[in-house]
């Protein structure tokens, strides 16, 4: 009898009376046992049995292995997988780590900085002529050590000016401070800052040429009432001399600023729209430069508006110097339309009032200043003739804000009027003579021929670096294009013939180069500096000697040579000789824009931080309809 299979299928009885299931007595043949079961059977000890017979017992079968964690709190992760980690980070170290801390401990040999180019060495010297050319009471760190004080008791025949008119600049080498291209030379000193700051900056002289201004601007601001906003009276020059007087004066005499014992006139001008106008130019320019000073800034601006209104009143408009025998034969203002136009440009870059700008692309201004005409001369930048400067400002206006209607007829007039003054600097086409030695004549073949061409290449570099940043490659001259490198090579060539690559070998750069001018004709730089008085004659034998100027008056840029390129070295011969500050303010602009050694580029936006922003503006509407008569 079978017993239940409580599992399923049959038991049957061995021949030794044991029970073997079906799956055992199919499989007998093979005469395999379970090796395992057997141990356990006649082995009930096997739990004891140490590994290795176990092993035999059991073959070893497969036997999975368990994984171990590390459990850091927030994450699980296995040895294996930390090992892993811990070979990155030290394979890491060893790559990266370690030749970084070998290198932070090894002596540091830092590069050389580039070295500055002959622009930024001769801007240096150039800017140090306005310390030379200081008048009134100068601080300890004016760096010119060979002069002093001086001019202390100008302005004390005006009754009207607190502490009279002490400061400001002489402005060649004589003891006359000429306040029309005084104002002229801060102006183009305050542009070259705005469009350059970074450059200045980069070179340490933004910190200097700011004082310089600063110098020029306190003094204008006594030459009016600047606490008013409606004068009628400007003093419009501080000694001076008149043509063939025997009597002592800044002409006759030759002596220090230090030593001056004679009167100093000073000339009251009633009427002159161009000498207002320019000093508002100076002043609104100013007051950008030093946005950063509000109260000197509002100050300026104020005053800008004062002279302005001074200039724009119809019983003013005359030029400052007409039946003035102390200023014509030395600084002859040829018309006042172009200080309107550039006055009014600076001011409504600086006060962003509308007036100003509608004022400045009048139709009847550039009319009036008979630019339309397009004579070679209007295309010269001068302390005479501002339109050239002028119309390149307010085409400024025009490519970087497109400010559009109104103003955009008169824009775009001004804008080809300065491409063809660009064009008109090319020697391709010959509107200016050139010397044989490549020096452009500006002023037909008149001697002091550097300043204009000083100002003529800073204004074509200046367009360049306009044009530059708008991503325009060359302007147009007639049929024929012009890339912006031909503007640079033009501001390039003449700069370069300042500075000596020249027929004479020569610097016209006092103190730059090798060669140099060493009788300049400047009474300051001729007199020694020994503390001993000169009369007003008795300086005439430093005037006269031969001998090269006791004291270097570095940077000061010279008449220059004639238009055969020859030049004389003489103390007597000023108009070779004698430098300006107007001169010397072109120069200083024109070096800032081509040095290279900070890099290139202007800065596009501070100039007009002033004008709100511009939305579009509509035409005025049509006249209504009305039915045509018959």
Same mark, same amino acid.
């Given at each position: 009898?079978?017993?239940?299979?409580?599992?399923?299928?049959?038991?049957?009885?061995?021949?030794?009376?044991?029970?073997?299931?079906?799956?055992?007595?199919?499989?007998?043949?093979?005469?395999?046992?379970?090796?395992?079961?057997? +141990?356990?059977?006649?082995?009930?000890?096997?739990?004891?049995?140490?590994?290795?017979? #176990?092993?035999?017992?059991?073959?070893?079968?497969?036997?999975?292995?368990?994984?171990?964690?590390? !459990?850091? =709190?927030?994450?699980?992760?296995?040895?294996?997988?930390?090992?892993?980690?811990?070979?990155?980070?030290?394979?890491?170290?060893?790559?990266?780590?370690?030749?970084?801390?070998?290198?932070?401990?090894?002596?540091?040999?830092?590069?050389?900085?580039?070295?500055?180019?002959?622009?930024?060495?001769?801007?240096?010297?150039?800017?140090?002529?306005?310390?030379?050319?200081?008048?009134?009471?100068?601080?300890?760190?004016?760096? &010119?050590?060979?002069?002093?004080?001086?001019?202390?008791?100008?302005?004390?025949?005006?009754?009207?000016?607190? =502490?009279?008119?002490?400061?400001?600049?002489?402005?060649?080498?004589?003891?006359?401070? @000429?306040?029309?291209?005084?104002?002229?030379?801060?102006?183009?000193?305050?542009?070259?800052?705005?469009?350059?700051?970074?450059?200045?900056?980069?070179?340490?002289?933004?910190?200097?040429?700011?004082?310089?201004?600063?110098?020029?601007? !306190?003094?204008?601001?006594?030459?009016?009432?600047?606490?008013?906003?409606?004068?009628?009276?400007?003093?419009?020059?501080?000694?001076?001399?008149?043509?063939?007087?025997?009597?002592?004066?800044?002409?006759?005499?030759?002596?220090?600023?230090?030593?001056?014992?004679?009167?100093?006139?000073?000339?009251?001008?009633?009427?002159?729209?161009?000498?207002?106008?320019?000093?508002?130019?100076?002043?609104?320019?100013?007051?950008?430069? @030093?946005?950063? !000073?509000?109260?000197?800034?509002?100050?300026?601006?104020?005053?800008?508006?004062?002279?302005?209104?001074?200039?724009?009143?119809?019983?003013?408009?005359? %030029?400052?110097?007409?039946?003035?025998?102390?200023?014509?034969?030395?600084?002859?203002?040829?018309?006042?339309?172009?200080?309107?136009?550039?006055?009014?440009?600076?001011?409504?870059?600086?006060?962003?009032?509308?007036?100003?700008?509608?004022?400045?692309?009048?139709?009847?201004?550039?009319?009036?200043?008979?630019?339309?005409?397009?004579?070679?001369?209007?295309?010269?930048?001068?302390?005479?003739?501002?339109?050239?400067?002028?119309?390149? +400002?307010?085409?400024?206006?025009?490519?970087?804000?497109?400010?559009?209607?109104?103003?955009?007829?008169?824009?775009?007039?001004?804008?080809?009027?300065?491409?063809?003054?660009?064009?008109?600097?090319?020697?391709?086409?010959?509107?200016?003579?050139?010397?044989?030695?490549? +020096?452009?004549?500006?002023?037909?073949?008149?001697?002091?021929?550097?300043?204009?061409?000083?100002?003529?290449?800073?204004?074509?570099?200046? @367009?360049?670096?306009?044009?530059?940043?708008? !991503?325009?490659?060359?302007? #147009?001259?007639?049929?024929?294009?012009?890339?912006?490198?031909?503007?640079?090579?033009?501001?390039?060539?003449?700069?370069?013939? &300042?500075?000596?690559?020249? %027929?004479?070998?020569?610097?016209?750069?006092?103190?730059?180069?090798?060669?140099?001018?060493?009788?300049?004709?400047?009474?300051?730089?001729?007199?020694?500096?020994?503390?001993?008085?000169?009369?007003?004659?008795?300086?005439?034998?430093?005037?006269?000697?031969?001998?090269?100027?006791?004291?270097?008056?570095?940077?000061?840029?010279?008449?220059?040579?004639?238009?055969?390129?020859?030049?004389?070295?003489?103390?007597?011969?000023?108009?070779?000789?004698?430098?300006? +500050?107007?001169?010397?303010?072109?120069?200083?602009?024109?070096?800032?824009?081509?040095?290279?050694?900070? =890099?290139?580029?202007?800065?596009?936006?501070?100039?007009?931080?002033?004008?709100?922003?511009?939305?579009?503006?509509?035409?005025?509407?049509?006249?209504?309809?009305?039915?045509?008569?018959?």
């Amino acid at each position: 009898m079978h017993s239940r299979n409580n599992w399923g299928g049959s038991f049957e009885m061995s021949s030794s009376g044991e029970e073997v299931s079906g799956y055992e007595a199919n499989n007998n043949h093979n005469k395999e046992w379970d090796r395992a079961a057997l +141990l356990e059977r006649y082995h009930p000890q096997s739990q004891d049995l140490d590994e290795t017979l #176990q092993s035999w017992v059991l073959g070893r079968g497969e036997k999975s292995k368990k994984t171990k964690y590390v !459990d850091f =709190g927030c994450i699980m992760i296995s040895h294996k997988a930390l090992k892993w980690l811990f070979g990155s980070i030290f394979l890491a170290f060893i790559v990266i780590g370690l030749p970084i801390i070998i290198v932070k401990s090894l002596p540091k040999h830092h590069s050389p900085p580039t070295p500055p180019d002959n622009y930024t060495l001769a801007l240096h010297k150039a800017l140090l002529f306005f310390n030379a050319q200081k008048s009134g009471r100068l601080p300890k760190s004016n760096g &010119i050590p060979w002069r002093g004080n001086s001019g202390l008791n100008d302005g004390n025949d005006t009754t009207d000016v607190k =502490g009279g008119l002490v400061g400001g600049y002489y402005d060649a080498g004589d003891n006359t401070k @000429f306040h029309f291209p005084m104002a002229f030379a801060m102006t183009m000193l305050s542009w070259s800052v705005l469009e350059y700051k970074q450059k200045y900056m980069a070179i340490n002289e933004y910190a200097h040429t700011r004082e310089l201004i600063k110098w020029g601007t !306190d003094y204008l601001l006594l030459t009016f009432n600047n606490s008013a906003t409606k004068i009628d009276k400007i003093y419009g020059q501080v000694g001076g001399s008149l043509n063939g007087s025997t009597t002592p004066d800044d002409h006759y005499c030759w002596q220090r600023p230090e030593d001056m014992e004679y009167q100093r006139r000073t000339i009251s001008i009633h009427q002159g729209a161009d000498l207002a106008g320019e000093m508002a130019a100076a002043l609104a320019s100013a007051s950008i430069v @030093f946005q950063d !000073d509000v109260a000197y800034s509002k100050k300026l601006i104020k005053g800008a508006q004062t002279v302005f209104n001074f200039a724009r009143d119809s019983g003013k408009r005359k %030029p400052y110097s007409r039946g003035e025998p102390y200023i014509e034969p030395f600084y002859n203002s040829s018309g006042y339309y172009d200080e309107y136009m550039w006055g009014a440009a600076w001011l409504y870059y600086a006060t962003g009032n509308s007036t100003y700008i509608s004022l400045a692309t009048n139709p009847s201004i550039f009319k009036n200043s008979k630019a339309y005409f397009l004579t070679p001369d209007f295309s010269v930048l001068s302390w005479d003739n501002k339109l050239p400067a002028a119309m390149l +400002l307010l085409t400024r206006f025009r490519m970087f804000l497109n400010p559009g209607y109104p103003y955009e007829d008169m824009l775009k007039m001004y804008h080809n009027v300065t491409s063809l003054t660009m064009c008109s600097y090319l020697h391709h086409y010959k509107v200016f003579n050139r010397t044989r030695g490549g +020096l452009i004549q500006l002023n037909h073949g008149q001697p002091q021929s550097l300043q204009y061409a000083a100002n003529a290449a800073f204004m074509a570099s200046l @367009f360049a670096d306009y044009m530059l940043e708008i !991503d325009v490659p060359g302007w #147009q001259c007639g049929s024929t294009y012009f890339p912006i490198s031909a503007l640079k090579a033009f501001a390039t060539s003449q700069i370069e013939y &300042i500075l000596g690559k020249n %027929p004479m070998k020569m610097s016209y750069i006092v103190g730059f180069g090798n060669k140099f001018p060493k009788h300049v004709h400047h009474r300051g730089a001729s007199i020694p500096n020994d503390h001993k008085h000169r009369s007003c004659t008795g300086g005439w034998k430093w005037r006269d000697t031969p001998n090269p100027n006791p004291n270097t008056i570095t940077g000061a840029m010279v008449g220059g040579p004639d238009r055969f390129d020859q030049f004389r070295d003489s103390r007597k011969n000023y108009n070779f000789t004698e430098p300006t +500050l107007a001169g010397n303010a072109g120069l200083v602009a024109a070096l800032i824009s081509l040095t290279s050694t900070t =890099g290139s580029g202007i800065d596009r936006n501070t100039i007009f931080s002033a004008i709100p922003p511009l939305g579009p503006q509509n035409p005025p509407p049509p006249p209504p309809w009305k039915p045509i008569k018959t």
